[in-house]
């Protein structure tokens, strides 16, 4: 049985640290939220790095639509289109190999020819998701937390901010800062 895309980061991200021992806000605080997600969307794009962010976000789209295969083949497919195959819009650093099992995977999930191509189909975007979320956790939310986007949301929506709790040190420290 393949676990959620989530599961793994929920358990290992619920207390996460900066390198000198402060809390941190954690991705999956973002992700599962559409208010702090719009301000890590914003940021992305400006750093040219929206892809990573776009693609996780469809990814967990999928997860959920499993239950409705016919939508859930249509998200493999336009997360393959717009993502992993090559020259796509916005395309992932993804191997070769791993490109072209995922593709033979979608299309034999989507002629039906194979039982177990769903299966390879969550498999392999669980491993591309697995890299992208490591790549965003230690790379785009360190410069994400002392960018401008991540203060501006601190400081427009104080009350907001201060209610959640993994991201209260985190806020607390950017509005004492400002003092």
């Not at 619920?14 to 702090?36: C, K, M, P, T, Y």
């Not at 203060?151 to 420290?173: C, D, G, T």
Request: net charge positive; proline share 2%; aromatic share 8%.
């Amino acid at each position: 049985m393949v676990t959620s895309f989530r599961t793994k980061q929920r358990r290992s991200s619920a207390h996460q640290f900066d390198i000198r021992g402060n809390a941190a806000l954690a991705l999956e605080d973002l992700l599962s939220d559409a208010w702090r997600l719009s301000y890590l969307r914003r940021f992305a794009e400006a750093e040219l790095s929206s892809e990573n962010v776009e693609f996780m976000m469809r990814v967990r789209e999928f997860e959920s639509a499993l239950t409705d295969a016919p939508r859930a083949r249509e998200l493999g497919q336009d997360i393959y289109e717009r993502h992993i195959k090559a020259g796509a819009a916005e395309e992932m650093a993804v191997t070769s190999r791993l490109r072209n099992q995922l593709k033979q995977a979608l299309a034999d999930w989507l002629s039906g020819t194979s039982t177990s191509a769903e299966v390879s189909v969550k498999q392999l975007l669980a491993i591309l998701y697995q890299t992208v979320y490591r790549n965003v956790s230690f790379d785009v939310i360190p410069r994400f937390l002392a960018s401008a986007h991540c203060h501006e949301m601190a400081k427009l929506h104080p009350a907001r901010a201060l209610l959640h709790e993994p991201s209260r040190a985190v806020y607390e420290r950017i509005l004492g800062e400002n003092r």
